[in-house]
């Protein structure tokens, strides 16, 4: 589009060099520049967006590491994060976006971003649910739970489930999910709190706080006598180690993330996988990218079990894009309670 090339104030936060150990708000820094609203002339297939809301997850805290062999690039020193947000498009040269349309995908911490590689962007069709979902229960997280709850750990009904860091972004919902599909569901957090809500407000037959447990394995054997069959691991580290000790014959075990090691720079092994063999158990971890297949039958489903009734979502909201470091850093010690957004613009 030609016109004249208005300048606003771009707010933008940068990493400033590769992080080592646990994530703190000084390895990034807040920056305020300037953005143009059009999109430079001669740049085909892009779109300018102003960013509406920001999603803080833990995957991201792998980016900040100088390592080149994972499945995605680290970030740069000097340069915006990019994570996963909401946006509003200000200006296209792209056929599939037009000004005023929503999208869901990658896109940087800052008020405003050019985005270039639009092909992993999605158009929201779905406006009726509060837009801030679509980094949460219909984005990235959702996507993770519906996938490893249906395609990893292979569910029946009746099935004893155990999930870790239940009432994050995932586990909120994969507990809910077990419990739609008739299985007994217990979650593990780390605030009475959030205990209360898992049992409470997101309807999970028992929760504990793994704090105020001294043995791991023994609560583990308290709350599953007769043994897990299904345990969706967002944490790793002891309480992995505890759900292998617990496992049922022919139990299956999702790897979905590892929290607790994050921010070790020298993780610590697991001790009981002699488990696997002794009682045939699957363990397998997977990435939510290698099903993009099954996309629209989650968006109907979980829209769907949303409008019903039948799951809720909890989000913790930060407003501010100069509070995202220290939202985002509050996710290794488990200060959010909920999915953990960064509300950059309201619109």
Known sequence: MAGVEEMVRNKQVVLKHFVVGEPKETDMEFRVGKASLRIPEGVEGAILVKNLYLSCDPYMRGRMREYYESYIPPFQPGSVIEGFGVAKVVDSTNPKFSVGDYIVGLTGWEEYSVIIRTEQLRKIETLDVPLSYHVGLLGMPGFTAYVGFYEICAPKKGDYFFVSAASGAVGQLVGQLAKLHG?????????????????????????????????????????????????????????????????????????????????????????????????????????????????????????????????????????????????????????????????????
């Open 183 to 347: 299985c007994y569901v217990v979650g593990s957090a780390g605030s009475a709190k959030k205990v209360d809500l898992l049992k409470n407000k997101l309807g999970f037959d028992e929760a504990f706080n793994y704090k105020e447990e001294p043995d791991l394995t023994d609560a583990l054997k308290r709350y599953f006598p007769k043994g897990i069959d299904i345990y969706f691991d967002n944490v790793g580290g002891a309480m992995l180690d505890a759900a292998l000790m617990n496992m049922k014959v022919h139990g299956r075990v999702a790897i979905c993330g590892m929290v607790s090691q994050h921010s070790i720079s020298d993780p610590k092994g697991i001790s009981n996988l002699y488990t696997l063999v002794m009682k045939r158990v699957r363990m397998q971890g997977f990435i939510q990218s290698d099903y993009l297949h099954l996309h629209p039958e989650f968006l109907e489903t979980i829209v769907s079990f949303y409008k019903q009734g039948k799951i809720v979502y909890i989000e913790d909201m930060n407003v501010g894009l100069e509070n995202g470091p220290a939202a985002f850093v509050g996710l290794f010690s488990g200060k959010n309670v909920g999915k953990q957004i960064v509300s950059v613009a309201r619109e």
